[in-house]
């Protein structure tokens, strides 16, 4: 199933995908998706939600900014209060000159998960998701430790549409990538290249510190990355995962400085 968290009529609904233009919310009633206003589509938790997104875990992309791909997995935490639904606004700071999307496949943990083994790996993940999960270059001080300002904006990552439910997404690492910035196809890949796949990195993680439901781990983006201009919409899509749609405006003159 593909589920979905939207706003509306006044109230916080959770929702099921029913056809191609509407959404059965949860006490039964049909509502137009274009009536609505999308949420990230996570269920809420009682605690501060772990975020985990890696850095140039694609070959192709780490060559793309001229680095060797990484030995060991380049992982950062994000806040969220960075994500943001579909059909979302990502603010552009004043005067920044590269702003990048990056188009991600999204595990969502779904129980409880330390010491876990590779082989087990998928039996810890209860569905999938897209994130483009924007870069403000300008503010990287080294490309291998991704500082605050460049990643932890408010609003700077879209997720959804949907989760789609695990047994739904056949094998997450053999699907397509594709990026599409004002309706022109800038960057397309195949999960298959991701140097860490979903199993090495949850026994990786999970070796460490305890995933629990809910977590997220945002994979990284292959090669292919353009700036994105104020105006510009931009949609990140994953086969069989679904396709987030986003456009970027303009932010005030004094957030150059914050």
Known sequence: MKHARVAWSGAIWDALEHGPDQLRLSDGRLVAQDAVVWLPPLAPVSRPRTILALGLNYADHARELAFKPPEEPLVFVKGSASLIGHKGQTVRPHGVQNMHYECELVA??????????????????????????????????????????????????????????????????????????DGVVTQTGNTRDMIFDLPFLIEYFSAFMTLQPGDLILTGTPDGVVDCPVGAEVVTEIEGVGALHNTIIQGAACESST
């Not at 129980?111 to 810890?124: E, I, L, P, Q």
């Not at 700077?156 to 695990?166: E, F, H, L, Q, Y």
């Open 108 to 181: 969502v943990i779904g129980r409880t998960a330390r010491h876990v083994r590779r082989d087990d790996a998928y039996d810890f993940i209860s569905g999938y998701s897209v994130a483009n999960d924007y870069a403000i270059r300008d503010y990287l001080e080294n490309w291998y430790r991704p500082n605050l300002r460049v990643k932890n904006r408010d609003g700077c990552t879209p997720i959804g549409p949907w989760r789609v439910d695990a047994p739904d997404v056949a094998d997450p690492m053999q699907l397509d990538l594709q990026t599409r910035v």
